[in-house]
């Protein structure tokens, strides 16, 4: 049973992980957008580029 645990403890976390990634690149993906729209590069474009993207999937989740 404990081999069992980690079996699916590891898919998880490698489940989560790869699911980081994925936010993190959507994330990039509109802050490169953004910079190529001429916005200047900061922390703070890349902290609201990370909030439009997950804001904009959480209305998209809500809406189906």
Known sequence: AHTAFLSVLSILALAVGVG???WGGE???LYIILL???SAPS???LNQAT???TAAEAQAVMQR
């Open 20 to 22: 980081v990634v994925s």
């Open 27 to 29: 994330c990039l993906a």
């Open 36 to 38: 190529g729209l001429g």
């Open 43 to 45: 922390l703070v474009l």
């Open 51 to 53: 909030f439009g993207a």
